[in-house]
């Protein structure tokens, strides 16, 4: 069974840097594409930063230059290194995998999201 467990989220002011970490178990390893989302209250999610198998990085244009995605493949670990936050990135932040199967296609696992609260 696929699991995405998060962790680091909190309450920061802006500016300072908040690192959010995915550790994935079951299905999900180093080939999946991975990425972390964003969602605030009657919002829609939101992709923030993506990562292929082969570490190719995608950034909204709202984080390019501030955030960092990264994965340890040892580790089976997704990062999301955030920093100069701004009150603008308050948010639950929810870490997802993608997993091909033969005769369902492509499929998404999410993790359970973690807070980020960023204060003026």
């Known amino acids: 069974q696929a699991q995405l467990v998060e962790s680091g989220g909190g309450l920061v002011q802006a500016g300072e840097s908040v690192r959010l970490s995915c550790t994935a178990s079951g299905s999900i390893g180093s080939r999946n594409p991975m990425g972390w989302y964003r969602q605030t209250p009657g919002k829609q999610r939101d992709l923030v930063a993506s990562?292929?198998?082969?570490?190719?990085?995608n950034y909204a244009d709202s984080v390019s230059g501030r955030f960092t995605i990264s994965r340890d493949n040892a580790k089976n670990t997704l990062y999301l290194q955030m920093n100069s936050l701004k009150p603008e990135d308050t948010a639950v932040y929810y870490c997802?995998?993608?997993?091909?199967?033969?005769?369902?296609?492509?499929?998404?696992?999410w993790g359970q999201g973690t807070q980020v609260t960023v204060s003026p």
């Open positions: 997802n995998a993608r997993v091909f199967r033969a005769l369902t296609g492509w499929g998404d696992y």
């Open positions: 990562i292929t198998g082969s570490g190719t990085t």
